[in-house]
């Protein structure tokens, strides 16, 4: 008679592997930060009460704001001042997924996946124990040998337990030090270009506005530069130069007309009165287009006044004429 008894242990580890996205800031002062992104929603801005609080200017206190749609993250603009710029063009709600580039106010983001791996807390074990039926003593139905089992039984128990302790090591998950994600500055910098490019423009159709107007300025074309100004500006909202050409024109325009008006009276005062309307029709001739100006409707009284005392017939003063 002979007796086997043969036992395996095996433990599964399985992994459960679970899909996040995060964000990640490529410039600014928290340049490399990240952020995942677990909540449902998440606001971004320069207020303190923000999830992701940014320290840029040109961001605004609540800008903009995260939300979780199903599965998907849906980026939406609160109303901010500058807007925000996914892949390079404006949106006020859009859909956003790995790889795209967020423009928050100076500040770009780029979303990335975020796997993470973790042991499975149902963990099988796979205990199979097969045994060989055992011979018996057809006389007396005992082992033949009772030492075998007696000396199995207290190895099979150790192998048991050494094996669950070395696994229940190799179950717990053991902390890396963090790696700082390397990422791909070109499309950034590719957007970037673009931007110079596309300024490059802007600056040289500003500049043909710009010294058109200014040449109508040297020849006192007063409302003429103010119109090639006004031109640059509808082009370039906001436009710092062409708002300052504009003021300086009017200042201009206004200073020339005190000029002829103190002249005017002057001469009137000294019964000049043909220097004077002269005066008066160069006044005339600075505002024909704004014929509303009280300016201009003043001018006029003194003429018509003038001719009077001349002799001559009213609005035979044509100063206006060619």
Request: glycine fraction near 6%.
């Amino acid at each position: 008679m002979g007796k086997s008894l043969k036992k395996n242990h095996q433990l599964e580890l399985g992994k459960v592997e679970e899909l996040h996205f995060k964000l990640l800031i490529l410039t600014g002062d928290l340049k490399g930060e990240t952020h995942l992104l677990s909540a449902k929603r998440l606001v971004i801005g320069r207020s303190e009460k923000c999830d992701i609080r940014l320290n840029d200017v040109k961001a605004s206190r609540e800008h903009a704001e995260i939300t979780k749609v199903g599965t998907k993250w849906v980026i939406t603009d609160l109303g901010s001042q500058n807007g925000i710029i996914i892949n390079d063009k404006k949106a006020i709600q859009k859909e956003v997924g790995e790889g795209d580039r967020i423009i928050i106010g100076q500040t770009v983001f780029k979303i990335s996946k975020n796997e993470i791996q973790r042991p499975n807390t149902e963990d099988k074990f796979l205990n199979e124990v097969s045994s060989n039926s055992t011979q018996k003593d057809d006389s007396n139905n005992k082992p033949k040998n009772k030492l075998l089992p007696i000396i199995l039984v207290p190895i099979i128990i150790y192998f048991f337990f050494m094996d669950d302790g070395q696994e229940a090591k190799k179950s717990i998950p053991t902390k890396k030090a963090p790696q700082k994600e390397v990422y791909d500055d070109s499309l950034f910098i590719g957007a970037e270009k673009k931007r110079s490019e596309n300024q490059k423009k802007t600056n040289e159709k500003l500049m043909v506005y710009y010294q058109r107007g200014l040449r109508e300025l040297r020849e006192k074309n007063y409302f003429r530069a103010i119109h090639e100004f006004h031109l640059a500006l509808n082009f370039s909202p906001g436009d710092a130069q062409a708002e300052y050409y504009i003021r300086k024109a009017k200042e201009e325009l206004d200073r020339e007309i005190e000029g002829f008006t103190a002249k005017a009276v002057r001469d009137e005062d000294s019964l000049k009165f043909k220097s004077a309307l002269v005066s008066y029709c160069a006044i005339l001739r600075l505002l024909y287009s704004v014929p509303e100006d009280p300016r201009y409707k003043n001018a006029e009284k003194q003429i018509s006044e003038i001719e009077a005392k001349l002799g001559m017939k009213d609005g035979e003063t044509n100063c206006l004429k060619k």
